[in-house]
């Protein structure tokens, strides 16, 4: 079983940036698709983009373009490079892990993060 601890959010301004990390223990992320998933106040939580054991990526229409998943196998971490941060980005953001070549559906991952908040004003 694997274990992620998620580190990195915080409060910035809109247009900012923001860099997350998660870092695993007890298994390899190699093993694994990890992903990041978010969470609004009052709202369902959803896939924000994921890379797969192959590094294959994959991202939300609501991101692409904007953030930028990168894993390194030797650090068992994953990060998320966050760009030109909007309001409507503000969540708890999760780091997962998945048995699936490319999970981009929350149902598609086993393991979860406790979250981190990220907070954009504007």
């Known amino acids: 079983q694997v274990q992620l601890a998620e580190s990195g959010g915080g409060l910035v301004q809109a247009g900012g940036s923001l860099t997350l990390s998660c870092t695993a223990s007890?298994?390899?992320?190699?093993?694994?698709?990890m992903g990041w998933l978010r969470q609004a106040p009052g709202k369902e939580r959803e896939f924000v983009s994921a890379?797969?054991?192959?590094?294959?990526?994959y991202y939300s229409d609501s991101v692409q373009g904007r953030f930028k998943i990168s894993k390194d196998n030797a650090k068992n971490t994953i990060y998320l490079q966050m760009n030109s941060l909007k309001p409507e980005d503000t969540a708890v953001y999760y780091c997962?892990?998945?048995?699936?070549?490319?999970?981009?559906?929350?149902?598609?991952?086993?393991?979860w993060g406790q979250g981190t908040q990220v907070t954009v004003s504007s």
């Open positions: 007890g298994r390899f992320i190699s093993s694994y698709s």
């Open positions: 890379v797969a054991w192959d590094s294959g990526t």
């Open positions: 997962a892990a998945s048995g699936d070549r490319s999970p981009r559906y929350v149902t598609d991952y086993a393991y």
